[in-house]
């Protein structure tokens, strides 16, 4: 049986990488606008938020709500559990494992809720090579990379979509 990552966001395990790899678009979600790739303006050095008790306040309900599905501390142990505050250069490399790893667990997190449902003989089949795929036994960034550019992706989505006869 396939061994599933950790699929919930442990913040503490991670170096905020939502905070600086993700987009904000000033409107109900976020008080302001923030490109891809720069840091947070409320992000404090030890990658804590600084107005976390007041995100929902301050304007900043999508942070409240959003969840990375454990591809933030995945990301981090990938990278040998490094910060990119100590080493500039590591930030490039660490966003984009985080970008593919975000997609992989999204999809995770589906197939392991479609798991639940009274699945035929030929559903758990693909379901079995789904997760084998995913979830390879040794995952590293060039692993992440080499199944998010290849067509697994689209496989699983694909399947997922067969299920709605299900629900």
Same mark, same amino acid.
């Given at each position: 049986m396939t061994t599933l990552p950790d699929l919930a966001s442990d913040c503490n395990a991670c170096a905020a990488l939502c905070c600086v790899g993700l987009a904000f678009?000033?409107? *109900? *979600?976020?008080?302001?606008?923030?490109?891809?790739g720069l840091p947070c303006p409320h992000l404090g050095t030890r990658h804590d938020c600084t107005i976390y008790e007041y995100l929902e306040e301050e304007g900043f309900p999508g942070c409240v709500r959003y969840e990375c599905? /454990?591809? /933030?501390? $995945?990301? %981090?142990?990938?990278? /040998? /559990?490094e910060s990119w505050r100590d080493d500039l250069e590591l930030l490039a490399?660490?966003?984009?494992?985080? $970008?593919?790893?975000?997609?992989?667990? !999204? @999809? @995770?997190? @589906?197939?392991d809720t479609a798991r639940r449902l009274p699945l035929e003989e030929e559903e758990e089949d693909r379901w079995e090579h789904l997760?084998? !795929? @995913?979830?390879?036994?040794?995952m590293t960034p060039d692993v992440a990379a080499e199944i998010a550019s290849g067509? %697994?992706?689209?496989?699983? $989505?694909?399947?997922?979509r067969s299920l709605a006869h299900h629900v």
């Open positions: 678009d000033e409107g *109900d *979600d976020f008080a302001i606008d923030k490109p891809a599905e /454990g591809a /933030g501390q $995945r990301a %981090i142990t990938l990278h /040998g /559990g490399p660490m966003l984009e494992t985080f $970008r593919h790893l975000r997609t992989i667990h !999204s @999809l @995770l997190t @589906l197939l997760m084998e !795929s @995913l979830c390879p036994d040794e067509t %697994i992706l689209a496989e699983a $989505r694909d399947f997922l």
